[in-house]
Structure formats: structure tokens, C-alpha cells
């Protein structure tokens, strides 16, 4: 592969049951490519909990997944509330969810551990009142 590929996905922030559609179609596209098992593994995973943040905390958003030779890229992107205390919000178990989502089976407090924790970079830039962007890199093996 010697030119980028770039997928974007505008990330639905009003309905659950579609979250986590653009982490599915992004390993698919992986897979087509010829891409390791193991790296979409861990593409898809961290991948899907931020798609799964957008929607719980910041109403959706967008996700940009830029695949070059060496590593698969992922930006995503929201005008959410921002997140106050990275540092707290990095640890296992923190989480910020509503009751309501909770009943849903979401906001454990595993998302950005599980992102930090399935790729091999990650930065977070974030204002609180204007929102938040994550870029993650997995290097391809």
C-alpha cells in the first residue's frame, strides 16, 4: 500500500443501537485490505469505545481512520462538553454516565483505558464547553 486510504464516519450521537456501526465497517475495510488479524483487533476496540463515548458524553461526533504503510490512524472528533480531568478520566472505573446510560449496559469507565491500552499512541485535546478530540495510532505489523 503506498498511498493513504482515509474513511470518515459522521458518529450518530441520538442513537445507540448505531454506535459502534463505523468501528464494524472499519474492520471490515481492514480485513479487505489484507490488514493482521491482531491489529484489527485492536483498531476495532479502541475504535468502538470512542464511538461509544462520543455518544454517551459529547452527542455524537466524527471519526476519521487514515490508513498509510506502516500504522492506521484514528481522529475522532466532537463538540461535547470536554473532558474536565483527563487525568481522572484515564483511570479504570471513572466514569461520568448517567444512571440511565449505566442501565444500558455502558459507562464503565473502560473507554479511554481501553483505548489507551489497544494502541500504541494516543493523544487527547480537549476545552471543557467546546469538546474533544482523540487521535490514537496502531503501528501495523
Known amino acids: 500500500m503506498s498511498d493513504e486510504l482515509v474513511f470518515h464516519f459522521d458518529i450518530d450521537g441520538e442513537d445507540f443501537t448505531s454506535a459502534g456501526q463505523a468501528s464494524v465497517q472499519i474492520k471490515k475495510n481492514l480485513r479487505a485490505l489484507g490488514i493482521s488479524p491482531e ?9 468502538y469505545e470512542g464511538e461509544i463515548n462520543m455518544v454517551i458524553h459529547a ?8 490508513i498509510s504503510e506502516d500504522c492506521i490512524t484514528i481522529i475522532l472528533a466532537d463538540h461535547g462538553p470536554g473532558i ?5 478520566a ?14 444500558l449496559g455502558f459507562g464503565a469507565g473502560m473507554g479511554l483505558p481501553n483505548m489507551k491500552n489497544y494502541t500504541d499512541d494516543m493523544k487527547i485535546d480537549t476545552e471543557v464547553g467546546v469538546g474533544t478530540t482523540v487521535t490514537m495510532k496502531v503501528n501495523i505489523k
Not at 491489529?39 to 475504535?47: D, E, G, L, N, Y
Not at 452527542?59 to 487514515?66: L, M, N, R, S
Not at 466514569?95 to 442501565?103: E, H
Open 59 to 66: 452527542g455524537g461526533g466524527e471519526a476519521d481512520v487514515i
Open 39 to 47: 491489529t484489527i483487533r485492536r483498531v476495532s476496540i479502541a475504535m
Open 90 to 103: 484515564m483511570q479504570e472505573g471513572f466514569s461520568t454516565a448517567t444512571d440511565n446510560v449505566r442501565s
Open 84 to 88: 474536565k480531568n483527563i487525568e481522572q
